[in-house]
């Protein structure tokens, strides 16, 4: 390089090198006018819109798990948790808020413009820009993803009492024998019912880790309600079958005094009996009336696990027994729940006064 001569310049646009045509004046920056106006409608170009379609959905999965948390939790009112219905409403809300704003995002890049938009959600052009916009939706899903996964506690109304269990509510690991790993066994039982459902779309339904579900399907963690309640949803089976066993993996007792009705006390007793029988690996009718240590005929035993009330004559106690004891479940249990039909049984004759 000889004196006052200047080191080559690389071109913004081209990235080919050249020599400073001046030693005064400012030092370009492109080669030619035509690299610089390339390279000016390079910048000037939109940038693509990214895709909101998975974030939608998973909020919309995480919306539709609270909105069945609220339906169960307005329907089996307990008075040990009057704020139940209220924690739900409210996560609810935050999710409806969080959703709103992501799909407003996803309609704009599938190319709806603003007035349309606008027009739908009632409101004007200028808040719709201001408060639903790219970056508030990006702010969303950032704070969502510091969050993880939301797990509140939630517990079903139907079998409880107005104590708290006094065990520890962590998970804990299980072995053959413990009260949670009849539970275990009855939620592997639905993943092998439904078998068109893979262990990954269970988590992403619950909002946990596949690795946990692998684990509550072998028997080492205890699930919680919410958790419990996802999977049943997914496998498309009733969460109420399995109450009676999640009370006992959590070592919560009966609280029959909480059934006010006869015909809810009815449903109660048949759903903890179709959960032994998922925890039993769902045999079939004629095995049960072989495993009976007392005389059991089929239709009564086939009456009890339907989802129609059964007979009368089908919710005699040593009938009752003689089922639980075929589904290896536990009978105190399943006495304290039928105590309580008995109590609530309509009599029928005339009333006292008739009788002079």
């Not at 739900?88 to 309609?107: F, G, K, N, P, Y």
């Not at 039982?189 to 880790?209: F, G, M, P, Y």
């Not at 015909?263 to 998922?278: C, M, P, S, Y």
């Not at 009752?320 to 009978?331: P, R, W």
């Amino acid at each position: 390089m000889k004196k006052n001569q200047q080191p080559p310049i690389v071109c913004r646009n081209c990235k080919r090198t050249f020599q400073r045509p001046r030693s005064n004046g400012r030092i370009p920056k492109y080669c030619s006018s035509r690299c610089r106006s390339a390279h000016y409608r390079g910048r000037r170009a939109p940038s693509p819109r990214r895709s909101y379609d998975a974030d939608v959905e998973r909020l919309s999965r995480s919306l539709l798990v609270k909105a069945q948390a609220l339906d169960h939790a307005a329907t089996h009112r307990a008075a040990a948790f009057p704020l139940d219905v209220v924690k739900w409403c409210e996560a609810l809300r935050r999710d409806l808020v969080d959703i709103t704003v992501v799909a407003v995002c996803q309609a704009r890049a599938d190319g709806a413009t603003v007035p349309q938009v606008a027009k739908i959600m009632d409101i004007a052009p200028s808040t719709l820009k201001s408060n639903f916009s790219a970056d508030k939706a990006e702010k969303v899903l950032a704070q969502r993803a510091a969050r993880g996964p939301a797990r509140p506690p939630c517990r079903p109304a139907a079998l409880q009492c107005d104590t708290r269990p006094t065990r520890s509510e962590k998970e804990r690991v299980l072995l053959p024998g413990t009260p949670g790993y009849a539970l275990s066994r009855a939620l592997s039982r639905l993943k092998r019912e439904k078998s068109d459902v893979n262990v990954q779309q269970i988590a992403a339904w619950s909002s946990v880790s596949t690795s946990y579900i692998y684990r509550i399907l072998s028997g080492e963690r205890t699930p919680t309600w919410a958790v419990t309640r996802a999977f049943a949803c997914a496998c498309d089976a009733d969460p109420d079958d399995l109450v009676f066993l999640w009370n006992q993996a959590r070592g919560i007792p009966p609280d029959p005094a909480a059934i006010q009705t006869y015909d809810k006390a009815v449903r109660t007793l048949q759903a903890a009996l179709r959960g032994l029988r998922l925890a039993a690996t769902a045999p079939d009718i004629a095995t049960l009336v072989q495993r009976a240590p007392t005389p059991l005929t089929p239709r009564t035993a086939q009456a009890l696990l339907a989802p129609d009330p059964p007979p009368a004559h089908a919710l005699r106690w040593p009938v009752v027994n003689a089922l639980t004891a075929a589904l290896n479940g536990d009978t105190h249990a399943i006495r304290k729940l039928h105590k309580r039909i008995d109590e609530l049984t309509p009599h029928s004759g005339l009333p006292a006064e008739g009788f002079g």
